[in-house]
């Protein structure tokens, strides 16, 4: 397998070189987008691996271009990169398709981790969206409607809590006696649920709580 | 009517307001008192007992109350004593039966359309008093209905009060034609005026709605101008200084994002506002980011307060001994039970060689837990990093 193709899309010129910079050699680089027209059009033309998606962009931000590439049923993989933790923003571009949510002061070594897993089709989960999932799905006042989908199992719990405490997947494996790979399965599945769970607790939960 | 508000203004000439703390109705006869330094239960018994005979002392009771200004008063208004409220009502009473019984004012009755009209209008006019309708009008919807019942309810008694003065005087059947007279005059005045009056009305609120968006532009821009301009120009200053350019940002940028999105929170009241206060201090203090994820939250208690200052003991253990260049707190407030995570992936140190007197560990940390019902446990190895683990049982909910 050759080098991950990522496109960046931001609408800070700055910010997109710097994370060009930052990522160096490790993964591709093969274009840049700055709005929503221009992302939907060179994510058409260049099929990237990866598109690093910034959240807040003129023309709809982040959501709309997961809504326009996703719904023409591309298997582009999103991984979302913000400066936003607002719960609002990180539940919204996880439930429009995004496989994963990193904050941009994230450091090019991790970065670079989460655009390989994005690739390999797992979930990168930060700290805080492990602590909004676990906040959201604990507050359970109305029944779950699909039991499946609606609440986590204890090992998902014990998984995303060692996220929030700041463990990286390899620790978390030899905390649990798991392997990575089970981690990555866990967390996977915990993004499946968040993604298709219809608990509509799950979005007045992150209206209600514009927290960051 | 006693020594009213007029008086030329000036240092011997004390103004008649009303005084808030001591009231019994609006501090209208405490306020006389003062005014001529005679105790107040000589000129409440004076007002009840003129208002008995004829109606005259609400009426001049109404008027002070309307023609004299509040002392500003901060904070909680005292109650009122309401005893002494019943007191002097049951004094009215019996003067009124009094006199009832004995014939002796039997033209006091004719006084109360009056006193009902005054206190109607005196409804309706507080509402002009500008920081008592400030008092109103900042609340929420429900004032707002409030408001408007009091407005009826001041316009019902003047017209009870009217229509009940011209009774008494066996002229309602005179002024039938004068009032269906006036009635279409008004009726006609308010068809031609209304549309002029809407449109008033509409250019009102549309010159309040841009005064507030023009208060809200400045306040954003005295924001931006008091912290992040100033911050800008420190991180010019420092420029040279990596580590201090980074603390200043981080910090500038916490404070901006509490602005933009927090909801105003008390520090002192909550489990996790009082964590997110004490990461944010020691990241200051120590220019190492701390990474603060909280799951849930409840009141503080003094023994969750010691636990977060055993939490802050090991925020700063981390950033200052362990070299690691983050720190991560998860806080997570569950039924029954609080725990707090303080995790650093720096050097770690072997925890049987720590000594006996090393204060940090032992004593802020397992000892202050411990003393407040907790428990601690420090997960560490030189080179693995340091965690250290707090929980605490609370009340169930």
Known sequence: MGAIKVLIVDDHRLFRSGVRAELGDAVEVIGEAEDVESAVRTIAELQPDVVLLDVHMPGGGGQEVLRRVLGSG???????????????????????????????????????????????????????LAGFVLDAFASSEAPA??????SLTQREREVLRLIARGYAYKEIA??????????????????????LSNRHEL????TARRLV | MPAAAEGPEG???????????????????????????????VLRLAFVLLTVLDGIGAVAYAALWMFTSRVPYEGREPARDWSQVTAYGAIGLALLALGWLTGASTGGIGAWPIAAGGIGSLI???QADPDRRQRWMDSTVGQARKNRVRTFAGLVLVVIGAIGFLAANNELGKARPGIVFTLVVVGGVALIAAPWLAGLWKELQRERRERIRQEERAEFAAHVHDSVLHTLTLIQRNAHDSREVARLARSQERELRNWLYQPQQDADASVAAAVRRVAAEEEDSHGVPIEVVCVGDCPLTPELSSMVQAARQAMVNAAKYSGSPVVSVYAEVEPGEVTVFVRDRGVGFDMSEVPEDRLGIRQSIIGRMERNGGSARVRTEPGE??????TMKIEGS
């Not at chain 1, 979005?203 to 992150?206: L, P, Q």
């Open chain 1, 203 to 206: 979005s007045r939960w992150a």
């Open chain 2, 124 to 126: 309706l006019w507080q």
């Open chain 2, 385 to 390: 990093g340091t965690e250290v683990m707090l």
């Open chain 1, 174 to 195: 030899k905390e649990l006696f798991i392997s990575v790979k089970t981690v990555e399965t866990h967390v996977s599945s915990v993004l499946r649920k968040l993604q």
């Open chain 1, 145 to 150: 409607i699909d039991p499946e989908l609606d």
């Open chain 1, 74 to 128: 591309s298997q582009v993989r999103f991984l979302a990169l913000s400066v936003s933790d607002a719960a609002e923003d990180v539940i919204g571009v996880i439930r429009g398709g995004a496989r994963g949510y990193v904050t941009k002061t994230i450091s090019g070594r991790e970065l670079t981790d989460a655009i390989r897993r994005v690739a390999d089709g797992d979930a990168v989960f930060s700290p805080r």
């Open chain 2, 11 to 41: 240092p011997g000439f004390p103004r008649l307001v009303r005084p808030v703390e001591g009231r019994l109705v609006a501090g209208v006869a405490q306020g006389a008192a003062a005014q001529l330094g005679l105790d107040p239960v």
